[in-house]
């Protein structure tokens, strides 16, 4: 071999070296990315999942605020409808007499 020949085939061993380390650079920042991305995904389920939970949370306070409303509106309707029976037995009371 010429020295020509010996010095292509250096610089041909030399880039292989690059390309095989940068083949193992490239290969451990993809296997850290998936696992980064398997972390976010199972965070993002559990996110999911709260959120649901969250929601039905929402939904029965929703409903027990309509129901408080309807006691507070109940109470008030049976308390008129006393005070009107009150006044309906003064007024025949007074014809009575």
């Known amino acids: ?3 020509e020949e010996e010095k292509i085939m250096q610089a041909l ?15 451990a920042e993809n296997i850290a990315l998936k696992n980064n991305l398997k972390e976010k995904e199972t965070a993002m389920s559990g996110m999911q999942a709260r959120i649901t939970a969250l929601e039905a949370d929402y939904a029965n306070l929703k409903l027990a605020k ?11 309707a049976k308390s008129r409808l006393s005070k009107l029976v009150r006044e309906v037995d003064k007024c025949i009371a007074l014809l009575n007499v």
């Not at 030399?14 to 095989?20: F, S």
């Not at 309509?66 to 008030?76: A, P």
């Open 66 to 76: 309509i129901i408080e409303i309807n006691d507070d509106e109940m109470r008030n």
């Open 13 to 27: 061993e030399d880039r292989l070296i690059q390309l095989i380390l940068s083949y193992k650079k490239v290969k």
């Open 1 to 3: 071999m010429t020295a």
